[in-house]
């Protein structure tokens, strides 16, 4: 029977790093995760749900970073990584984003990091 143990890797960033730093600790802190980097590198779509839909007015900082939401240095490093280790099409799910089919509400605030890595978006309530 094949082992099943599960890792679990967590580290810290400094809320002023840079996006250079947030990449290469989270590379560093993945590169151990084997099994699942092959299970991504076999995948012909990842779809990935950031934490960072709300009304840009909403958003809380502190020195820059969002506070309550997943900030933009580490959605960017996320997506960095999966570009450089898959050839899988990414696609980013959430809810209420979009009221109609092309057009994009305020609270999708992330979209230019979608766009900057050629992420595709899916819309999970319409049909």
């Known amino acids: 029977m094949q082992d099943k143990r599960y890792a679990v890797r967590a ?22 995760l084997t099994r699942s980097w092959e299970k991504l590198a076999k995948a012909n779509r990842i779809a990935i749900k950031f934490n960072m839909m709300m009304e840009p007015n909403r958003i809380h900082y502190f020195a820059g970073r969002r506070r309550e939401l997943v900030d933009d240095a580490v959605a960017r490093a996320v997506l960095r990584l999966l570009r450089e280790r898959t050839s899988a099409r990414l696609v980013a799910v959430d809810s209420y984003g979009r009221s109609q089919p092309g057009v994009t509400d305020a609270k999708l605030n992330y979209m230019p990091l979608l766009d900057e890595f050629e992420v595709g978006y899916a819309e999970s309530n319409l049909p």
Do not use: G, M
């Open 11 to 32: 580290a810290r960033c400094r809320h002023t790093a840079a996006n250079e730093e947030v990449y290469e600790t989270l590379r560093r802190i993945t590169d151990p």
